[in-house]
Nanobody
Framework: QLQLVESGGGLVQPGGSLRLSCAASRFRLDYYTIGWFRQAPGKEREGVSCISFNGGTRRYADSVKGRFTISRDNAKNTVTLQMNSLKPEDTAVYYC???????????????WGKGTLVTVSS
C-alpha cells in the first residue's frame, strides 16, 4: 500500500525553527508533485507549499513566504519543509500529500499522510 509519513513536528517557541519531512513507501516521490498542507483547530485545511516532480516549480502560501522552504532529497525519497521564524498562527497539524493537479491548483490529492503536529508557543 502506498504511504506517506510525516515527521519532525513538535513544540517550538515563537521565532524558532522546525524541519518537517515527508517520506514515501512503495513509490518514488520525485515522480510526483508533492504538497504540504496544514489544519489548525477550528479552521479549514489550507495549502502551505508545493514542489513539482522535478523541483522546477515551488509555491508558497502568502502567509509563509520568506519563512518556509520546500525541497526534495531524492536519495532519501523525502520532501522537506524547513520552517523558520515560526509564529503562533503556524500552529497546526501539517500533512503532506501527493498532488495530481499541479502546484497552481492543489485541489486534487490522491494520497495523504497522517500528519504531524506543530505547536508554536512560549
Amino acid at each position: 500500500q502506498l504511504q506517506l509519513v510525516e515527521s519532525g513536528g513538535g513544540l517550538v517557541q515563537p521565532g524558532g525553527s522546525l524541519r518537517l519531512s515527508c517520506a514515501a513507501s512503495r513509490f518514488r516521490l520525485d515522480y510526483y508533485t508533492i504538497g504540504w498542507f496544514r489544519q489548525a483547530p477550528g479552521k479549514e485545511r489550507e495549502g502551505v507549499s508545493c514542489i513539482s516532480f522535478n523541483g522546477g516549480t515551488r509555491r508558497y502560501a502568502d502567509s509563509v513566504k520568506g519563512r518556509f522552504t520546500i525541497s526534495r532529497d531524492n536519495a532519501k525519497n523525502t520532501v522537506t519543509l524547513q520552517m523558520n521564524s515560526l509564529k503562533p498562527e503556524d500552529t497546526a497539524v501539517y500533512y503532506c500529500a501527493r498532488v495530481t493537479d499541479g502546484c497552481s491548483r492543489m485541489h486534487d490529492m490522491d494520497y495523504w499522510g497522517k500528519g504531524t503536529l506543530v505547536t508554536v508557543s512560549s
